[in-house]
């Protein structure tokens, strides 16, 4: 059984930073690739960060230079660590990670960005 589970959302002023963590079951965790995504209001998901089981990543070019994506194969965990935030990065943010041609998501977690 394959979970994700994300925190560390919530409300930040323009210019503020946030760390999200997910944190993933099983014993997959260390053998994929894990990527970061957001969905704002009337907007498609969209994909912001990956990085492979061997720790090489990249960005879409919205977050480039703003976003760090990182993970603790001890813990399980993925991280999206975010500074610099602005009113447009408001959304959902979700990991994932693809397993057998099948997408696992977690329940997501909120990030406002807002004075």
């Known amino acids: 059984q394959v979970q994700l589970v994300e925190s560390g959302g919530g409300l930040v002023q323009p210019g503020g930073s946030l760390r999200l963590s997910c944190a993933a079951s099983g014993t997959f965790f260390r053998i994929y690739d894990m990527g970061w995504y957001r969905q704002a209001p009337g907007k498609q998901r969209e994909l912001l960060a990956r990085?492979?089981?061997?720790?090489?990543?990249n960005y879409a070019d919205s977050v480039k230079d703003r976003f760090t994506v990182s993970r603790d194969n001890a813990k399980n965990t993925v991280y999206l660590q975010m500074n610099s935030l602005k009113p447009e990065d408001t959304a959902v943010y979700y990991c994932?990670?693809?397993?057998?041609?099948?997408?696992?998501w977690g329940q997501g977690t909120q990030v406002t960005v807002s004075s």
């Open positions: 994932n990670t693809k397993i057998n041609a099948r997408d696992y």
């Open positions: 990085i492979t089981r061997g720790g090489s990543t």
